[in-house]
C-alpha cells in the first residue's frame, strides 16, 4: 500500500513538473514572440549600454544628473509612440533673454544685474536673494537658469528674499515662435541656411525670396535634421542649387543627418563647388522599426548611434574600439570634421558651477576680442587658485574600484583612463586652453548677452565644422 502511494506521489510530482515546464516554456514563448516584450528588452539592452559609457567617469551623482538632464544627445536610441499621421511642420517656442544675471553667493542665489528690458525690470533688484522659481526651490543657481531658459511663454513667479523678508513676483509672457531652429541669415555676405526638416515651410518660401546676388558664397546645415517629405527635399534642393549659381558651398552633415534630409545632402553634393563637412550621414542606421500594439498606436525604435566623438573619453574609446564601416547609403563627407572632446578638467569646472561663478562675478563690459583671449585665460587661473581648487580626474570614481570587477568590454578604457589622467595640482590651465576659452566666451554671452549668437561667434566657440565651411567658402570665394 505504501509502495502504491509512494508510486502515486511520485506520478503526481513527475507530472506537476512537467506541466511547469510546459507553462513556463509556453509563457517564455509567448513573451520573446510579443513585439512590445522585444521593445523592452532592447531598451533595457541599450540602457545599460548607457550605464557602461558613463559609469565610471566621474562621481555617480553626477554621471546620473549629467545623463538624464542631457537625455536627447546621450541616449542611443529614440522611441516616439504615435497614433499616425501627416509629417507636419512643428512649432517650437525660441528662448528669450531674461535680462537677469543670477550669481552664487554664501551658499545662495542672488540676483547679480537686471537690464531694463527685462520682464522683472522694477520688481526684482541686485542682490535680492533668490529662493524659488515656479516649482523650484533653494535650487543651485545653473538649475534656475536652465530652467528660465527653457521657459518662453506664459506666467513665470519667482519667490526672493529682500532684507530678511519673503516676497514673490510673476510676469506674463507671450511666446516668440520660430519653426525648429531652421533659419536663413546672411553675414559678411556669406548666406546661412539652417534646415529642419520637416519644419521647412517658412525656409523654402526665404529661399525662393532670397536676393542671392550679393551673397559670396553658401553655407547650408543639414545636421539635426530627418523627415520624409522627399517631394520637399526634392523642391528645396533645386532652389538653393538655383541661389548657388556657380557660387562656393558648404555642407554641414553628420550622423544627424538623416531621412529626407539626406537627399537633400546628396542632390547638393553633385554640384561642382560643393564641399561636404563633417561626418557621415545615417544611412540605413537611422532605419526605424515599427511595431504596431494592441492599443492600435505605433510603437517606433530607431537604434541609431545618438553619440559621437567629442561628448567624452569614455565615449570616444568605446566608439573607437567598436567601430563599423559606414552604412552603405550614408552620404560621406569629402572634409572629416570631429567636435573636440570635452575633458573631465572641463565637465568638472561646468558642473562645478566655477564657470558660471567666474562669469557672474566679473563685469566684462566689452565682449572679449581673440587677442584678449590669454588674458582671460590667466583671469580665470587666478579666480581658481583664490578657490585653492584643486582635481584629480579620476577622484571618487575610480579610488574604490577594482578593475576585476568592471565589465571586460570597459577594461581598456579604464586602462587607458589610469594612464592619461592624473592629478593637475596647482592650477595651470596651458594645455585645456582652447576649450576652456571657447566655454568662458559661450558662458559669457549666454550670462551677459543672450540672444542668437552670431555664424562667427558660433564658429569661434562651439563649431569647428562651420568654422572650417566658413574658412573655404571665404577663401573660394575670394
Known sequence: ???????????????????????VLGAAYLCVNDSLFKVMIALAQQSELL?????????????????????????????????????????????????????PQDSAVVVADIAESSPFSGFLLPQDKITGVDTLRNQVVIDFIDYLNSRSEGATQIFFEREGRDDSVTVQIAAIESADGARVAFEDSICFIVLRLPAALDIEQEIKTLNTNSARGFIVDLRDSGGDDHKMAQRISKLIEDSVKGKPLAILID??????????????????????????????LAEVDEILLRSGQRLYVSLDERIDHGFSEVVDTLLDSTKTSEPSTAVIPSIECRKPRMSSLLFELIHGG????????????????????????????????????????????????????????????????????????????????FEIVRTLLKTIHRVKIGGEPSLEFSARTDDPCLAEALAIVKKAAQ
Do not use: C
Open 354 to 433: 566655477y564657470l558660471l561663478d567666474f562669469v557672474t562675478a566679473n563685469k566684462f563690459p566689452d565682449f572679449p576680442r581673440s587677442e584678449d583671449e590669454d588674458s582671460l585665460l590667466a583671469q580665470f587661473e587666478n579666480y581658481l587658485r583664490d578657490r585653492r581648487f584643486r582635481y584629480d580626474p579620476l577622484g571618487r570614481a575610480l579610488s574604490d574600484m577594482s578593475l576585476n570587477d568592471m565589465n571586460k568590454e570597459m577594461d581598456p578604457i579604464y586602462r587607458h583612463m589610469r594612464e592619461t589622467h592624473r592629478d593637475i595640482g596647482d592650477v595651470s590651465l596651458g594645455e585645456y586652453r
Open 255 to 284: 550622423r544627424t543627418t538623416k531621412g529626407a534630409t539626406e537627399e537633400i545632402a546628396r542632390n547638393l553634393a553633385t554640384i561642382d563647388e560643393a564641399t561636404t563637412i563633417g561626418a557621415s550621414t545615417a544611412g540605413s
Open 51 to 103: 550605464s557602461s559609457r558613463y559609469f565610471g567617469e566621474v562621481a555617480p551623482d553626477k554621471v546620473f544628473a549629467d545623463a538624464w538632464r542631457g537625455m536627447q544627445s546621450a541616449i542611443p536610441f529614440r522611441v516616439e509612440l504615435s497614433d499616425g499621421g501627416a509629417d507636419r511642420p512643428t512649432i517650437t517656442n525660441r528662448p528669450r533673454n531674461w535680462g537677469l544675471t543670477l550669481r
Open 1 to 23: 500500500m505504501d509502495r502504491r502511494n509512494a508510486r502515486s506521489e511520485s506520478v503526481a510530482t513527475l507530472s506537476f513538473f512537467t506541466l511547469t515546464v510546459l507553462l
